[in-house]
Structures are given as structure tokens and as C-alpha cells.
């Protein structure tokens, strides 16, 4: 396998995660100027995030199998266009089924297509050895483009509207289109499955560690995407710290997720993943119980060690979910850890929804905080009883070529 051919497949797999990254997160920062422009209430704007995350989840599997079929380059390119036409269909919303429809089902389909499972698609398609640390490496792609393009899309927001913000975002994946097209191929020796390959994977359904696994990566989703990506920045904006500011902390958290990704990539290479998830998910469920006691109207350092700390936690989860897909089910890893993260997806719409209710209800975000952060602990519990699964070593021949 040409080595130099695998990168240049992961470098265009990582732009398009990258531009496909920045649409997850923007909706968290348009609850505000939706809510004052367009007087819709933040429930309203929630469903569409609902909406969002659940089509994102769900798109991630089916992806996986349609990648399969007819080849990782023709979704992905598809995805692109997809989140390019939902945000410049939602500069045009004049009413919140439009939000729902634009950015809930186009921009989560497109989204869902370059998730977490096109990353995990690529990596066994193309690497035999070290292929925690590239799962957790193309992981980190989406992170930076969860994250760090925040403060620019939300000074873009503050400067000249939400809907710059959304034309942006439709030029960057316009623009990222045909260097993906380029790069992004299947390998010709890996034959493309046929429907009985994939109609057999649905077999995992009857198995306890793919509920297990889908539990635990649903509360993921829950005390990330649900809460963290979506009420975050109006949070604090609740507390009197300006929204730029809180963005600027969301972007934070992301260049320490990818430290944090890449480090737990390099860890599943070597440790069991199961006491890697319990750990994850105890310290996330901790800090989260002590947000409430942190937000404020300024930056002070124990808010600063919060974000420091979500950050290397927040997605250090995906590397060790694969592994544990991969070490029950073999060659369909992708295809179930595609349907692993639509429960992500489940419970981060669930919660994102439920969040915006709870604050038009109560004032405030804290019982949002409080509850993700049990829900961590309980599942911290919960990954120890998966099974660990059979492991895959590689052969010293296998990793001379990877």
C-alpha cells in the first residue's frame, strides 16, 4: 500500500471533517440572535439542534454502509454539498420549521456523512498499525472545526449578522469540495462490499456490548454536542460574559481536545479501552457537577482549569469507542460505530432540546449541568461490564507498512 497515498487520503478526509466540523457548533451561537432578530424562543431554536443532532446520528450509519457501496469519495462530497446548501438556504428563514428543515435535516445529513464514522471508515480502509492514534488524529480534525473557527464566526456574528456567518460557511465547503474530490479514494485492492455484507452487519443488534457501547456513547453525546456545544455560550452569556468571550473559552476547549484526542489515540494503541472510557467519563461528570459554581460575568482561573480540562476530556471518548467496536465486530466496525453515534446523536439532540426548555422554564442552566454530570458518572460504571473483545494486534511487517 503506498504510504504516501494513505496521508494524502487522510489530509482530504481531515479538510472535509474540518469544514463539516464548523456547522455543528454555529448553531449554538445563532440561539441568541435567532431568539432577538426573529423572536423565535430558545425551545424553538432547540428543536432544530434536536433535529440536527438526531439526523446527524442517524445519517452516520447508513453513511458508513452507503460508503461501502459506492466509495468514500462520492459521499463525502455529497456531505459537502449538503451542509453548503442547507446554510445558504437558511439565510433565507423567515420561521422556525425553516430552521428545523435547513439547518436540522440538510445540514445534519451532511454532517452525519462526515462524522466520527467517515473517520473511522478511512482509518480501517487505509491503516493496519497505529490505527488508534489516526482515528484519534482525523478525530481531532473535527474538533478543530468545532472549535477553534468559534471566535471568528462569532466576531463574523457580531460585525455583520448571523447570516455572514452562514454564507461563510457555505463558501468554506464550497471551496473544500473538489480538493476533497482529489484526495479522498478507496483503496483498489479493498473491494466494496455488496448487500449481503451489509444487510449481515445488522447481526450486532443482538449483542450486549453494541447497547452497552451505544448507552455510553449517548450520555457522550448528552455532556458534549447536547449540552456543552449548544448552552454553553448562552449560559454564560446568562452570567453577564459577553458571547465572544464564551466562545473564545469554547474554542479553548477545542485546541486542548485535540491534544486530548490524540493522546487518547496513542493510549487505545496500548491500554484496555474500557478503564480508558470509565476514566473519561468520571472526570467529565466532575467538572460538570462544578460548572455551575464557575460561571460568571469574567475569566478567572479555576473557569480557565474547567476548560482546560473539558477539553482534554471531551472527545479523548471516540478512540476507545472504536477500538471496542473493532475488537467485537471486525471488518463492520464503521457501519456500527455508525449506529454507536446516532445514540451519541440521540442523546445529544435529547439533551439539547430538553436544555433550552429547562432555562425558558427555571431562568437557568444549572439542573442542565447537574444532570449531565450523574449521567457521566453512572455511565463511568457502565464501561467497565463491556466486554473487552478480542484485540487485533499487528504483526512488525504489518506496522513497517502502516
Given at each position: 500500500m503506498d504510504t504516501n497515498r494513505k496521508w494524502i487520503v487522510a489530509a482530504g478526509a481531515a479538510l472535509a471533517i474540518v469544514v463539516a466540523g464548523a456547522f455543528s457548533t454555529l448553531a449554538g451561537l445563532l440561539v441568541g440572535p435567532l431568539h432577538e432578530e426573529l423572536g423565535w424562543s430558545r425551545s424553538a431554536v432547540g428543536l432544530g439542534s434536536l433535529v440536527n443532532?438526531?439526523?446527524?446520528?442517524?445519517?452516520?450509519?447508513?453513511?458508513?454502509?452507503?460508503?461501502?457501496?459506492?466509495?468514500?469519495?462520492?459521499?463525502?462530497?455529497?456531505?459537502?454539498g449538503l451542509v453548503g446548501g442547507g446554510a445558504l438556504l437558511a439565510t433565507t428563514m423567515t420561521a422556525p420549521w425553516q430552521f428545523v428543515l435547513y439547518w436540522g435535516v440538510l445540514v445534519g445529513l451532511g454532517t452525519g456523512a462526515t462524522a466520527t464514522t467517515f473517520a473511522a471508515t478511512v482509518t480501517e480502509r487505509w491503516f493496519v498499525a497505529r490505527r488508534g492514534l489516526v482515528a484519534g488524529l482525523l478525530t481531532a480534525a473535527s474538533v478543530v472545526g468545532q472549535f477553534v473557527f468559534l471566535p471568528l464566526l462569532s466576531w463574523v456574528i457580531d460585525a455583520w449578522g448571523w447570516r455572514a456567518a452562514a454564507y461563510g460557511?457555505?463558501?468554506?465547503?464550497?471551496?473544500?469540495?473538489?480538493?476533497?474530490?482529489?484526495?479522498?479514494?478507496?483503496?483498489?485492492?479493498?473491494?466494496?462490499?455488496?448487500?449481503?455484507?451489509?444487510?449481515?452487519?445488522?447481526?450486532?443488534?443482538?449483542?450486549?456490548?453494541?447497547?452497552?457501547?451505544?448507552?455510553?456513547?449517548?450520555?457522550?453525546g448528552a455532556s458534549t454536542n447536547g449540552v456543552m456545544w449548544t448552552h454553553f455560550a448562552p449560559a454564560a452569556h446568562d452570567h453577564g460574559m459577553p458571547t465572544t468571550v464564551a466562545a473564545s473559552l469554547l474554542s479553548l476547549i477545542g485546541i486542548f481536545n485535540v491534544a486530548g484526542t490524540v493522546t487518547s489515540g496513542w493510549a487505545t494503541d496500548r491500554y484496555d479501552p474500557r478503564r480508558l472510557l470509565a476514566a473519561y467519563y468520571a472526570l467529565r461528570g466532575v467538572s460538570l457537577l462544578a460548572l455551575p459554581l464557575l460561571l460568571s460575568s469574567t475569566v478567572d482561573p479555576p473557569l480557565v482549569a474547567f476548560t482546560v480540562t473539558f477539553g482534554l476530556l471531551d472527545v479523548a471518548t471516540v478512540p476507545p469507542t472504536i477500538a471496542l467496536c473493532r475488537a467485537h465486530y471486525g471488518t463492520d466496525a464503521p457501519v456500527v460505530f455508525g449506529w454507536v453515534s446516532a445514540a451519541h446523536q440521540v442523546g445529544a439532540g435529547s439533551v439539547a432540546y430538553v436544555g433550552g426548555a429547562v432555562r425558558d422554564v427555571f431562568g437557568s442552566y444549572d439542573l442542565v449541568w447537574v444532570g449531565a454530570g450523574v449521567l457521566c458518572a453512572v455511565v463511568a460504571l457502565l464501561a467497565l461490564v463491556i466486554e473487552r473483545g478480542q484485540r487485533q494486534p499487528?504483526?512488525?511487517?504489518a506496522q513497517l507498512t502502516a
Open positions: 443532532m438526531v439526523v446527524y446520528g442517524a445519517t452516520a450509519p447508513f453513511a458508513a454502509a452507503l460508503m461501502n457501496r459506492v466509495g468514500m469519495r462520492k459521499v463525502a462530497t455529497g456531505a459537502l460557511l457555505a463558501f468554506a465547503a464550497a471551496g473544500a469540495l473538489p480538493l476533497v474530490y482529489a484526495a479522498v479514494r478507496d483503496p483498489e485492492a479493498t473491494p466494496l462490499h455488496d448487500n449481503v455484507r451489509i444487510k449481515g452487519a445488522v447481526n450486532f443488534l443482538r449483542s450486549g456490548p453494541f447497547w452497552l457501547l451505544a448507552g455510553t456513547f449517548a450520555v457522550c499487528c504483526s512488525p511487517e
